[in-house]
C-alpha cells in the first residue's frame, strides 16, 4: 500500500532528548539531524555529508551511536536521543570532554561532537579496550583535521583512568 | 609614531610589496636560551571547551528568524555554451524566492575577469544558476524544475595534452597561463649532465587532491537596512568583507564579517566566493537573511583542490652524490579559473645545492575542476617526485639516500646565495634518523610473514615567514582582566591559544585572564588571512608588541599612582612588583575607576639581509602485504624547524593532521573523473580520506630552536611544512619493502597489486633461464 503525503504534512513525535522530553511536529520524511538542530536548536549535532559516509552527525539512540542524517525523526518515536549537549552535567565535563581538551585530541571541532558521543558509548560498553578494539569503534567518525593520534590517546587515557 | 613601510611580503612562493604602518619596536626578540613562563608550554586550548560541547557556533550553525536557503545548479558538461534557461517552472514553485542566473542576477562580477554566472560553463560542476527559497527541500526541488539547453563543446582534460598546438581551446587565447611557461635557470644543465657519472629520469603523476573540509563552505547575510552582517566559514575575514563591500558598492564599514569557528580550510577557503557574494546581495535585495551552505557533492566539485600535476625530472650526479644538474619540467593541470600558478618546481630550484638547475612549469588551463591553494600548494607534489627521484639516485649510486640528501645539503638559499636567519634541516636529519632507526635502510626488508617492512626518508624545505601588514589591540579592563582583539583566523590550528600565551608571557598576567576576540572585521584590527603558515610568525608579534605598549602604560601609571620610578618596576603574574612595594594589578585599576588602557603593536618588517624558510625530514616505517597489495603506515617520524616552538601541544596535533593529509595524497585520495570530464566520487564514500585505522605512530620531534633573526618571537610558520615531505617518504619506504618505485600517486592497492604481479613475473621468467 502506497502511502501519500502532502509537502505540508506534519506528523507529532515525542522523544526525550539529553534528558528532556520533546515534543516536535515533523514532516515524514525528515532527518532526525535536522529536527534536533532546526526545531530543538540543538546546533552541537553537526552535517557534514548528509549521506552517512563521516559520522559528523552521530547522535546516541537509546544509547547507542547512529548517523542522524539518515535517520527519520518519526522513527525516533518515544525513544531516548542525546546529543553532545546532553553529555556534560551539574559535575561538568564528561571525562571523554575532559580528555580531549587536555590531550588536544581536536582541532577545528567539527567532527568532535560525533567523536565523543562515540567513544563515550563504546568505554560505557567496553571499559577497557584494547587500542585495536578503540579503533575499530571510532572508525566511522572521520576528522579531516587529522586528530586521529591524539583521539586514540584520549580514549585509551579515559579508559585507563578507570 | 607610526610610520610607513614597504615591506616585502612572501605568501607561499608568491612576492609582493605591501604598505605597512608600524610604530618602534618595543619589544626585542626573547633570548634563545630563555625558559618563558608560558609561551613554549604545552597549554590546552583557550576554546577547547566550547568546541567539545557543542557551544561552538559554526557558521552552518547560525540560524535566523525569515532566514532563506540557497542551492546551486551544476553543469554537467566539461564545456558548453547556455544556450537557453528556462526557470519560469522553478519560479512558480511555492516558497521559491529567487531563480539566478547568468540572464538576471543583479551583481554578476566574481574575480578579476570572472562572472559569476556566465554564458559558458567550462568544468563539470560549474556553476549555471542559484535558487533561493523557504527551505533547502524547496530550494532543491526547485533545481530540478530549471530547464538547461546547453550547446556541448569540445574540451580538454589532461594538461600536456592541453599545451598541444591542436588541443581544444579552454579560453579564446589559448591554455596556457601568461601564454608561455614559467622558466628558470642557473648555471648550465646541459653541461651539468656531461659533467655526471650517473642520470636518472623519471616521470611522476599525482592526483587532484579535494580539500574535503567537513563544515563545508558556508555563509549566512542579513542585512538590517544599513549594515550587512555575514556569517562567512573563511580564513580571510577581512578579504571577504572588502569583497562584499565592493560588489554591493558598500563602504566597508557597512560589512561586518565573522568567523569565530571555522570547521576545517586547508586552503579552500580565502576570500568570497560566489555562494557568498549571491547571499550578500540577496539579502538586501529580498530583505531577509539568506543561508548558502554548499552541499557535500557540490564542496567536492567546485571550492578547489591541489592540482593534478606530471613532472618529467632529470638528474645528474657525480659518483660521490653531487648534484651537477636538476631539469625539472612539469605541467599544472589548474582547471578553467586559476588566480595562480603553485611553485611546483620550488623545492627543484630550493632545496638543495646544484649549481646547474633548469626549470620550466606550464601552468595549463584545461576543463577540469578548478585549482585552489591545499595546504603547501605545489611542494607537496613537486617534493613527491623530486625525493622519490633523489631516493632512486641514491639506489643507483649504492649510496645510502641520507646520506646523498647531506651531501647536497644547501647552507645558504641557491637561487641568490643569501644565508638563512636559521636552518635546522640537519638537526632534522638527525632527530629523525635517531628515532626511526635508519641503519635498518642499508639492510634487507625486515619480514612478517607476508609483510615486508621498509623505512623511507624525504626533506622539506617551505615558506613562513609571516610578515607586515598585521596588527592588534589589546584592552586592560579595570579588574585587570584582557581582551586581545585582531581579526585573525582559527580554522583549527589554535590561534587563540597562542596568541594569549603571547600576550599573557608579555604582560605578566595569567592566561586565564585573558580572552581573545579574533574574526570580526567590527571587532578587530587587520591581521590578514591565515594561510601561507603565516598567522603565528604575523599576528603573534603584532599582539607581543600590543601588550608590551599596554605594559608600558600600565607602568607610567602605576609610576604616577605609587609615586614611584619606572625603572625598577615590573608586572608579574598580575602584580606591580617594586623592590619594596607589591600592588596587585587589580586593585590599582579599581582605585583608578573607569579608565582604559589599550595596548597598540604591528607587525613589523622582516630582514633583507636574509631569507627565511622552514626546513625538516620525515621518516616513515611502512609495511606491505606481498599477496594482497595492502600498504599500511605504521611509524613516521616528523622532525621540522619552524623556529621557536609556541606551544608543543598544539604544533603536534598541526604536525599529525599534516602527516595524515599527506598519507591521504600519496597512498588514496584523488579525484576519479570519466572520460567526458564528468566526477564519479563526489562524496567522502568514495574520495577516501584517512580513518582512525589508518592512522600511523606519528612522533613528532620539532628542532625547537628560537629564531631572533626572524621576529620578536622566534617563530616560523608550522602549518604547511609537516604535509610536504610524508607521501615521499611513504613512497621510498615501499621502495625500500618491496623494491618499487611508483612514479604516480596516489599508490592504491590496485597498482600494489599490478606491481608485484609484475615483480612475480619477473622473478618466474628469471628463474626459468
Redesign the interface.
Known amino acids: 500500500m502506497t502511502t501519500i503525503v502532502r509537502a505540508n504534512e506534519r506528523v507529532e513525535c515525542e522523544f526525550t532528548v539529553n534528558g528532556q522530553r520533546e515534543w516536535v511536529q515533523a514532516h515524514p520524511s525528515r532527518m532526525l539531524s535536522d529536527v534536533l538542530?532546526?526545531d530543538l536548536?540543538?546546533?552541537?549535532?553537526?552535517?557534514?555529508?548528509?549521506?552517512a559516509?563521516?559520522g559528523?552527525c552521530t547522535v546516541l539512540l537509546d544509547g547507542t551511536p547512529i548517523y542522524s542524517c539518515i535517520t527519520l525523526a518519526l522513527d525516533c518515536q518515544g525513544r531516548t536521543i542525546t546529543?553532545?549537549?546532553g553529555?556534560?552535567g551539574v559535575n561538568g565535563?564528561h571525562p571523554v570532554?575532559r580528555a580531549?581538551?587536555?590531550q588536544?585530541a581536536?582541532?577545528?571541532?567539527?567532527?568532535?561532537?560525533g567523536q565523543?558521543l562515540t567513544m563515550s558509548a563504546f568505554l560505557e560498553k567496553n571499559p577497557a579496550p584494547s587500542e585495536e578494539e578503540l579503533?575499530?569503534a571510532?572508525?566511522g567518525?572521520?576528522?579531516?583535521?587529522?586528530?586521529?593520534?591524539?583521539?586514540?590517546q584520549a580514549g585509551m587515557k579515559v579508559a585507563n583512568s578507570r | 609614531m607610526p610610520k610607513l613601510v614597504r615591506t616585502k611580503v612572501e605568501n607561499e612562493g608568491r612576492t609582493t610589496y605591501e604598505f605597512a604602518v608600524v610604530e618602534k619596536e618595543k619589544t626585542t626578540p626573547w633570548d634563545v636560551e630563555e625558559e618563558l613562563r608560558v609561551v613554549g608550554k604545552p597549554m590546552a586550548r583557550i576554546d577547547g571547551v566550547e568546541r567539545v560541547t557543542g557551544a561552538a557556533k559554526y557558521t552552518t550553525d547560525i540560524q535566523l528568524p525569515r532566514m532563506l536557503h540557497a542551492r546551486f545548479l551544476y553543469s554537467p558538461h566539461a564545456h558548453a555554451r547556455i544556450v537557453n534557461i528556462d526557470d519560469s517552472d522553478a519560479k512558480n514553485l511555492p516558497g521559491v524566492r529567487a531563480v539566478l542566473h547568468y540572464k538576471n542576477i543583479p551583481l554578476n562580477r566574481f574575480q578579476k575577469n570572472r562572472e559569476i554566472f556566465g554564458e559558458f560553463v567550462r568544468y563539470a560542476g560549474d556553476q549555471v544558476a542559484a535558487v533561493i527559497a523557504e527551505s533547502d527541500e524547496i530550494a532543491r526541488a526547485a533545481l530540478n524544475l530549471i530547464r538547461v539547453e546547453y550547446e556541448p563543446l569540445p574540451y580538454a582534460l589532461d594538461a600536456e595534452e592541453a599545451t598541444k598546438p591542436d588541443a581544444p581551446r579552454v579560453w579564446p587565447d589559448g591554455n596556457l597561463y601568461n601564454g608561455q611557461p614559467d622558466t628558470y635557470s642557473r648555471g648550465n644543465v646541459e653541461k651539468g649532465f656531461v659533467e655526471a657519472d650517473v642520470i636518472v629520469e623519471g616521470v611522476f603523476t599525482t592526483p587532484a587532491q579535494v580539500h574535503s573540509a567537513l563544515e563545508s563552505h558556508a555563509c549566512v547575510a542579513d542585512w538590517d537596512g544599513q549594515t550587512l552582517t555575514v556569517w562567512e566559514s573563511n580564513q580571510d575575514v577581512e578579504s571577504v568583507r572588502d569583497r562584499i563591500a565592493k560588489q554591493l558598492s558598500l563602504d566597508r564599514h557597512r560589512v561586518r564579517v565573522i568567523a569565530h569557528y571555522i570547521g576545517g580550510a586547508f586552503g579552500s577557503k580565502i576570500g568570497a566566493g560566489k555562494h557568498a557574494l549571491i547571499a550578500a546581495q540577496m539579502a538586501r535585495e529580498l530583505r531577509r537573511p539568506v543561508r548558502f551552505v554548499l552541499d557535500r557533492r557540490g564542496e567536492n566539485l567546485t571550492t578547489g583542490q591541489r592540482s593534478p600535476t606530471k613532472q618529467y625530472l632529470k638528474f645528474g650526479a657525480k659518483r660521490d652524490g653531487t648534484l651537477t644538474a636538476i631539469q625539472v619540467t612539469t605541467y599544472n593541470n589548474l582547471g578553467p579559473y586559476p588566480t595562480w600558478g603553485p611553485f611546483i618546481e620550488g623545492p627543484a630550484r630550493e632545496l638543495y645545492a646544484c649549481e646547474n638547475v633548469k626549470t620550466t612549469a606550464y601552468q595549463v588551463f584545461t576543463n577540469m575542476n578548478p585549482f585552489a591553494a591545499f595546504r603547501a600548494p605545489g611542494f607537496v607534489e613537486g617534493i613527491f617526485a623530486f625525493e622519490s627521484l633523489m631516493d632512486e639516485l641514491a639506489i643507483r649510486l649504492e649510496m645510502d639516500p641520507l646520506e646523498l640528501r647531506i651531501k647536497n645539503y644547501a647552507r645558504v638559499l641557491p637561487e641568490n646565495g643569501k644565508a638563512y636567519t636559521s636552518n635546522g634541516l640537519l638537526d632534522a636529519y638527525q632527530e629523525g634518523a635517531r628515532a626511526i632507526d635508519w641503519s635498518r635502510r642499508s639492510r634487507p626488508p625486515e619480514q612478517r610473514g607476508t609483510w615486508r617492512i621498509g623505512v623511507g626518508m624525504a626533506s622539506q624545505i617551505w615558506y613562513g615567514a609571516g610578515a607586515p601588514p598585521s596588527y592588534a589591540l589589546i584592552r586592560i579592563n579595570p579588574d585587570a582582566s584582557a581582551t586581545i582583539l585582531t581579526s585573525t583566523q582559527d580554522l583549527g590550528t589554535g590561534t587563540k591559544t597562542i596568541l594569549c600565551q603571547i600576550a599573557a608571557e608579555e604582560l605578566g598576567l595569567p592566561m586565564e585572564k585573558i580572552s581573545v576576540e579574533i574574526a570580526d572585521t567590527q571587532m578587530g584590527v587587520f591581521a590578514g588571512g591565515s594561510g601561507g603558515s603565516m598567522t603565528a610568525s604575523s599576528v603573534g608579534p603584532a599582539v607581543r608588541e600590543a601588550a608590551a605598549d599596554a605594559k608600558e602604560q600600565l607602568l607610567q601609571l602605576a609610576s604616577a599612582y605609587l609615586k614611584r620610578p619606572v625603572k625598577h618596576m615590573r608586572l608579574e603574574e598580575g602584580i606591580i612588583k617594586t623592590p619594596k612595594k607589591e600592588t596587585p594589578l587589580a586593585e590599582m585599576l579599581k582605585e583608578l575607576g573607569d579608565i582604559e588602557v589599550i595596548g597598540r603593536g604591528a607587525r613589523n618588517p622582516n630582514t633583507s639581509d636574509y631569507e627565511i624558510r622552514t626546513f625538516g625530514a620525515q621518516f616513515a616505517q611502512v609495511a606491505v602485504d606481498v599477496e594482497t597489495g595492502e600498504v599500511r603506515v605504521e611509524r613516521v617520524v616528523a622532525a621540522h624547524d619552524s623556529g621557536r616552538i609556541l606551544n608543543p601541544l598544539t604544533v603536534s596535533s598541526q604536525i599529525e593532521g599534516g602527516v595524515l593529509q599527506s598519507m591521504g595524497f600519496g597512498l588514496m585520495e584523488a579525484r576519479v573523473v570519466d572520460a567526458s570530464g564528468v566526477t564519479l566520487n563526489a562524496n567522502l564514500e568514495g574520495y577516501h580520506v584517512p580513518t582512525i585505522v589508518d592512522a600511523p605512530q606519528i612522533e613528532t620531534r620539532m628542532i625547537d630552536r628560537a629564531d631572533p633573526l626572524a621576529n620578536n618571537l622566534g617563530v616560523k610558520g608550522v602549518g604547511e611544512p609537516p604535509i610536504i615531505p610524508t607521501a615521499a617518504a611513504i613512497a621510498n619506504a615501499i621502495r625500500h619493502a618491496i623494491g618499487v618505485r611508483f612514479y604516480d600517486a596516489p599508490i592504491t592497492r590496485d597498482r600494489v597489486i599490478e606491481a608485484l604481479g609484475e615483480v612475480e613475473s619477473r622473478r618466474e621468467a628469471e628463474g626459468s633461464c
Open positions: 538542530r532546526e536548536g540543538l546546533t552541537g549535532v553537526k552535517v557534514a555529508c548528509g549521506m559516509n563521516c559528523a546529543t553532545i549537549e553529555l556534560s565535563l570532554q580531549f581538551v587536555e588536544d581536536l582541532q577545528c571541532g567539527f567532527c568532535t561532537p565523543i579503533r575499530q571510532m572508525s567518525n572521520l576528522c579531516r583535521c587529522g586528530a586521529y593520534v591524539k583521539i586514540v
